[in-house]
């Protein structure tokens, strides 16, 4: 199957970049504004700060909109340029926030690493990512902003143009490297594609060729950036970690074609999420 990707100059906006901020009130909520802030930088965005509150979880009213308010006044003069709202919402969480994904560009949400914490440590992130109308940036709860490059996880034979659009523009913004990364492993007995002959090449032979195809379309699409590209043989959550460990940014696209697809990308991003290297955009 051929690779494609658009090439076509994507403009910036007429209108300012809007984002929510998903918090649950504790440390993966304080990342998650953490990386807004960084992403947001100098540019005039439309901030939003929404908090989610289930039924069980209404005796930390009053203490939950005290943290609200603070965080936008540090947001208002951190971001002079930046129209800033927030809210404080009753309802179920995943409900709330999957409503605002449709009505911003991006959503950020932070996401505990361990079994304790708030909301968001019951598989929120993972929840939302696999639903959301628009892209979900996850971010580990202990998130330091660090130099690293944007990788973008890609399978052999293709980059969907939101997901390569995405992970260039994060790149051409932060002045980081692009990283294609690509973990292949051996298929299963009757797995082999019947189109394939061993006697002409080996795996290793043509997953290669086929992510080097990947990288000058990539280049092509933005002929400035600096790009390189992974290759790793093993389990593809395994490999994608590793390959994104000095990261500061792992962006995985999320299927709409086959149950297959889409149970396969469960697996990766729950493994992915489960203990994220860096934050992780989920691009659909």
């Given at each position: 199957?051929?690779?494609?990707?658009?090439?076509?100059?994507?403009?910036?906006?007429?209108?300012?970049?809007?984002?929510?901020?998903?918090t649950d009130g504790g440390a993966a909520g304080h990342a998650a504004l953490r990386w807004a802030i960084?992403?947001?930088?100098?540019?005039?965005?439309?901030?939003?700060?929404?908090?989610?509150?289930?039924?069980?979880?209404?005796?930390?009213?009053?203490?939950?909109?005290?943290?609200?308010?603070?965080?936008?006044?540090?947001?208002?003069?951190?971001?002079?340029?930046?129209?800033?709202?927030?809210?404080?919402?009753?309802?179920?969480?995943?409900?709330?926030?999957?409503r605002a994904s449709q009505l911003n560009e991006l959503l950020v949400i932070g996401t505990h690493h361990?079994?304790?914490?708030?909301?968001?440590?019951?598989?929120?992130?993972?929840?939302?990512?696999?639903?959301?109308?628009?892209?979900?940036?996850?971010?580990?709860?202990?998130?330091?902003?660090?130099?690293?490059?944007?990788?973008?996880?890609?399978?052999?034979?293709?980059?969907?143009?939101?997901?390569?659009?995405?992970?260039?523009?994060?790149?051409?913004?932060?002045?980081?490297?692009?990283?294609?990364?690509?973990?292949?492993?051996?298929?299963?007995?009757?797995?082999?594609?019947?189109?394939?002959?061993?006697?002409?090449?080996?795996?290793?032979?043509?997953?290669?060729?086929?992510?080097?195809?990947?990288?000058?379309?990539?280049?092509?699409?933005?002929?400035?950036?600096?790009?390189?590209?992974?290759?790793?043989?093993?389990?593809?959550?395994?490999?994608?970690?590793?390959?994104?460990?000095?990261?500061?940014?792992?962006?995985?696209?999320?299927?709409?074609?086959?149950?297959?697809?889409?149970?396969?990308?469960?697996?990766?991003?729950?493994?992915?999420?489960?203990?994220?290297?860096?934050?992780?955009?989920?691009?659909?």
């Open positions: 199957m051929s690779a494609r990707i658009s090439t076509m100059f994507v403009p910036e906006p007429a209108t300012p970049e809007r984002i929510v901020i998903a960084v992403h947001a930088g100098d540019r005039a965005v439309q901030l939003e700060l929404v908090c989610a509150e289930a039924d069980g979880d209404l005796p930390q009213h009053e203490v939950r909109e005290h943290a609200l308010h603070a965080a936008e006044r540090v947001l208002r003069v951190i971001l002079p340029l930046a129209k800033v709202t927030v809210a404080l919402q009753a309802g179920d969480p995943l409900e709330l926030f999957a361990g079994e304790h914490g708030h909301s968001h440590a019951r598989g929120l992130p993972q929840r939302l990512a696999a639903i959301s109308a628009c892209p979900v940036v996850v971010v580990p709860s202990d998130w330091i902003c660090r130099r690293g490059p944007v990788v973008i996880g890609v399978t052999a034979d293709d980059i969907p143009p939101a997901v390569l659009g995405f992970g260039e523009h994060e790149a051409d913004e932060s002045g980081e490297p692009l990283r294609l990364a690509h973990a292949w492993d051996m298929p299963g007995v009757g797995a082999e594609d019947p189109r394939w002959d061993p006697g002409i090449e080996s795996i290793p032979e043509r997953q290669s060729r086929a992510l080097g195809r990947l990288e000058v379309l990539a280049r092509a699409a933005d002929p400035e950036l600096r790009i390189d590209s992974r290759l790793q043989q093993g389990a593809i959550v395994t490999s994608l970690l590793a390959m994104a460990a000095d990261a500061s940014l792992l962006v995985l696209g999320r299927p709409r074609r086959s149950a297959v697809s889409r149970a396969l990308f469960g697996s990766v991003s729950s493994g992915v999420l489960a203990k994220p290297p860096c934050p992780v955009a989920v691009i659909p």
